[in-house]
């Protein structure tokens, strides 16, 4: 289906651990025949030298100094925050600074996790926000989970649109400050990091859109709602999720554990199906371990992706992380890749 959609970009961050599922998700926007700028804060000087060695006139890079010289509030919170605190802290400040490089009134900017990958036509999202100033999209947790993880927001921050208007400006702005004020990783009075902020959106500015369908940002801790079927059109495969189109889905908590891909769909108590394993989980693992293939091949540098948390909370995450990794293998929750190196 071809959609047309607004004067767009991009923008994403990731740095030389997540470089491959930063390339898998630009490549799923490539094959949909999205050719919109992608702007990327690389998080160390080896993302950025892989991605400008590409020579790809639509994959521009920047670096956090970029921000920091535009923001000169920024720098300092780097002795006060987590890694991840500061990240969570530049992505409405990446935002603005990739809308002002445009300069293009009424155009749309839209921020996208590096662990999405798109299955069917990135405009079919643009054409749900029509020509709303702000998109965003509902976490949708299953009732039982919405008391556990509501602290966490109603809104995703996977995907989030903004347009170059009144509204638009206005929005992302207030989120920017607000970030900059705080953004601990820590839930507090209902805030948490970037995203607890989105819950204030619809009611900060006329014109928010909340992006409707099952298939837009479908993830781990909300595939439990939802049946899967899939169609052969062609020669390709679309999947479905009840009904509708999955545009796309948000790999979250996948990790790689020697020849094992784990995903977090037991974290969510949402144990895989035959399609979501088959028709969503297969495709994008066999493309995201192609890619990293090739970067072993060319000898790229990659980081271990960071740990989340440091001291005791890092021990604890540790050891529930491979609790879990057992788990979600001997339970049918990881893929198996044999052609992968241990």
């Known amino acids: 289906m071809n959609v047309r959609a607004p004067r767009h970009a991009y923008v994403t961050y990731f740095d030389s651990g997540y470089l491959a599922r930063g390339l898998t998700l630009v490549s799923s926007l490539r094959d949909h025949g999205d050719k919109a700028p992608v702007w990327v804060l690389c998080l160390d000087e080896a993302a950025k030298r892989y991605l400008d060695d590409l020579d790809d006139p ?13 923001e000169q509030r920024l720098a300092p919170l780097r002795a006060t925050r987590s890694r991840m ?10 935002l603005k600074y990739v809308r002002g490089q445009l300069g293009d009134p009424g155009s749309v900017v839209v921020y996208l996790d590096a662990d999405l990958y798109f299955f069917d036509d990135p405009a079919l999202s643009l054409s749900e926000l029509g020509s709303g100033s702000v998109g965003i999209i509902e976490h949708r947790y299953p009732e039982r989970l919405a008391r556990r993880l509501g602290k966490y927001g109603r809104f995703n921050v996977g995907w989030v649109a903004f347009r ?69 059109q062609g020669d390709t495969t679309r999947v479905y999720v009840d009904g509708d189109p999955l545009v796309f889905f948000h790999f979250h908590g996948v990790r790689r554990t020697r020849r094992w891909y784990v995903t977090s769909q037991l974290v969510y108590g949402s144990p895989m199906g035959s399609s979501l394993r088959n028709d969503v989980y297969q495709p994008y693992l066999r493309r995201l371990a192609a890619i990293e293939a090739g970067l072993r091949a060319r000898r790229t540098v990659a980081m271990p992706i960071a740990r989340r948390g440091t001291g005791l909370r890092g021990l604890l995450f540790g050891i529930q992380r491979n609790i879990l ?15 992968l190196r241990d």
């Open 58 to 70: 639509s994959i521009h890079t920047l670096m956090a100094a970029d921000i920091e010289a535009q």
């Open 85 to 94: 605190e500061y990240y969570f802290t530049c992505t409405p400040l990446l």
């Open 164 to 232: 170059d208007d009144k509204n638009g400006r206005r929005c992302l702005d207030w989120w920017a400050e607000s970030c900059l004020e705080w953004c601990s990783d820590t839930p507090e009075d209902g805030k948490y990091a970037d995203q607890g902020y989105l819950d204030s959106f619809p009611g900060l500015v006329d014109n928010v859109v909340i992006l409707p369908g099952a298939g837009q940002d479908l993830a781990p801790w909300n595939t439990r709602r939802y049946s899967f079927t899939a169609q052969l």
């Open 325 to 339: 990794d057992a788990a979600s293998i001997l339970s049918g929750n990881a893929i198996y890749l044999p052609s």
